[in-house]
C-alpha cells in the first residue's frame, strides 16, 4: 500500500471501515431481533434497556463517531448500537465521521506506531491492556449510574393490559 496513492489508501481505509462498522452494528440488530424471540426478550422489553435505548437515540452518534479512535471499544459500541436499536440515521452520521478520522490516522501515521509498539517492550502491551480493562469497567459503571438517575424518558408499557390501555388512550395508573 505503500505505493498507492495517498487518496486511494484513504478510500480504501475509510471504504474498508465503514463496511466493518456496518457488519458489526447489522450483527447487533439481529442479536436483538433473535433475542426478542427468547427467554432475555423480559430483559430487553424492561425499563432500564427502554432507558439505555433513549440515551443512545440521544447522544450516541458522538459515541461512535469516537469509538473509531480507540483499539477494541470501536466494536463494542457498533455492535451495542445495533442491540440498543440506535436509529440508523444517527448511527451513520457518526460512522460516517469515525471512519474519516480512522482512515486519516491509517493512512498516515497509523501502521508506524503500530509497527513501533510491536517492536517494544511487552510490558507496555500489559500497560495498554490494564489501562484498556480500567477505562471499560469505569465507563460501564459511569453509565449504570447514569442510566439509574436518567428518568425513562420512553418507557414501553409492560403488561399487555397496560399496552392495550395506551393503544385505547386510557393511560395507566
Not at 469509538?67 to 463494542?76: D, I, K, M, R, Y
Not at 444517527?90 to 482512515?103: M, S
Not at 506506531?113 to 480493562?133: C, N
Request: glycine fraction near 10%.
Amino acid at each position: 500500500m505503500q505505493e498507492w496513492p495517498f487518496a486511494f489508501t484513504y478510500a480504501f481505509f475509510f471504504l474498508g471501515a465503514l463496511v466493518r462498522a456496518n457488519a458489526t452494528y447489522w450483527l447487533g440488530r439481529g442479536a436483538r431481533r433473535g433475542g426478542e424471540h427468547t427467554g432475555v426478550r423480559r430483559r430487553l422489553d424492561g425499563p432500564l434497556v427502554a432507558r439505555a435505548e433513549t440515551v443512545v437515540a440521544r447522544f450516541g452518534a458522538p459515541a461512535v463517531a469516537l469509538s473509531f479512535l480507540t483499539v477494541g471499544v470501536q466494536t463494542a459500541v457498533n455492535l451495542a448500537a445495533g442491540v440498543l436499536r440506535m436509529p440508523l440515521w444517527a448511527y451513520q452520521a457518526g460512522a460516517v465521521v469515525g471512519a474519516l478520522a480512522w482512515a486519516g490516522i491509517y493512512s498516515t501515521i497509523g501502521f508506524a506506531v503500530f509497527e513501533a509498539w510491536v517492536g517494544g517492550s511487552p510490558w507496555w502491551w500489559i500497560l495498554v491492556a490494564v489501562a484498556g480493562i480500567a477505562v471499560i469497567v469505569f465507563a460501564t459503571r459511569w453509565t449504570r449510574m447514569r442510566l439509574i438517575r436518567t428518568p425513562p424518558y420512553a418507557v414501553p408499557p409492560t403488561s399487555a393490559a397496560d399496552r392495550e390501555a395506551e393503544r385505547r388512550g386510557e393511560g395507566s395508573c
